[in-house]
């Protein structure tokens, strides 16, 4: 793993920890020996991080005034709290791979969606230019842009596994678990792309400890990985299956659906049940969801 590349994966971790903590922080800005973002706790005072690579290594560096809390705070969470989950970005070192991600699983309503996204080390630059990061940490205009930008110039280095709603809810009448849903799910994404790809190495984002149903598995390296999206093929392909799962909220506006999982969204799951009835429902929502269970059974 190049310098440069070593350095984005530690603020992109760093990004990621901060915006855990409730700081309010900027995008990551590349310079020309450094990464960076700015840091506030919603006080006036500022903070910059920065990450620097060199031919004397990766180094990071707090910029502003160490009297301020805010700066305490960073410190403490990037030198010392962090300084163990850094280490995860050692162990795993390939230039090419698959990486794997999903979105939409904690979500009432909409799908869920997987991607897999044959990365190799020419996609370092562009990748760049696109921005591609860990897609929590972009608005909706930045996984758009970013998304379609992947889509027009790599189209044939992914594939999207996408289980809509109305298909969510048969396959989960089988499966009866969430994690074996995903395992299969991610092991068909993958698949597809293996079928077309050279690689033998494996990156997916953790979510169990299922083995992956791959063709010739034996013959593969797979890594299962927490924050997976630390490393490019893994947030690429979070980004495209977010901006699949944006699309298909577009598509389906007719009850001014939410994401997520709340008493908002309950609300709305149970006035459509009412008005429309449980075929209506089962169109749009995820049915084995505890708070909706008590009328959509």
Request: aromatic share 12%; charged share 25%; net charge positive.
């Amino acid at each position: 793993m190049n310098i440069e590349k070593q350095a984005l994966n530690k603020i992109t971790e760093v990004h990621s920890l901060l915006k855990q903590s409730g700081l309010i922080i900027s995008g990551i800005d590349k310079k020309s020996y450094n990464y960076e973002f700015n840091v506030s706790n919603g006080s006036s005072a500022k903070l910059k991080v920065q990450v620097y690579f060199g031919k004397k290594g990766v180094k990071t560096v707090l910029q502003g005034n160490k009297e301020t809390e805010v700066y305490s705070i960073v410190n403490e969470l990037v030198f010392k709290q962090s300084e163990l989950q850094f280490n995860q970005s050692n162990e795993i070192d390939f230039d090419n791979y698959i990486g794997s991600d999903e979105t939409g699983k904690g979500d009432l309503f909409g799908p869920m969606v997987i991607c897999a996204f044959d990365y190799n080390e020419e996609m370092y630059e562009p990748f760049g230019r696109l921005s591609v990061q860990d897609s929590k940490n972009m608005s909706r205009f930045q996984i758009t842009n970013c998304a379609t930008g992947l889509i027009k110039k790599y189209p044939d280095s992914f594939e999207v596994v996408t289980i809509t709603p109305v298909k969510y809810n048969e396959l989960y009448k089988n499966f009866r678990n969430l994690n074996k849903m995903l395992n299969w799910a991610h092991s068909k994404a993958i698949n597809n792309l293996l079928a077309k790809s050279e690689t033998k190495n494996i990156i997916v984002d953790k979510f169990s400890n299922e083995q992956l149903l791959l063709q010739d598995y034996t013959s593969l390296n797979i890594q299962h990985t927490h924050k997976g999206e630390r490393f490019l093929g893994v947030a690429a392909a979070s980004i495209i299956a977010r901006y699949h799962f944006d699309k298909w909220f577009e598509r389906n506006n007719k009850f001014a659906l939410k994401k997520g999982a709340s008493v908002e969204t309950t609300k709305i799951a149970e006035k459509i049940f009412d008005d429309y009835g449980i075929d209506a429902l089962r169109n749009v929502a995820k049915l084995h969801f505890k708070s909706i269970k008590n009328f959509s059974e």
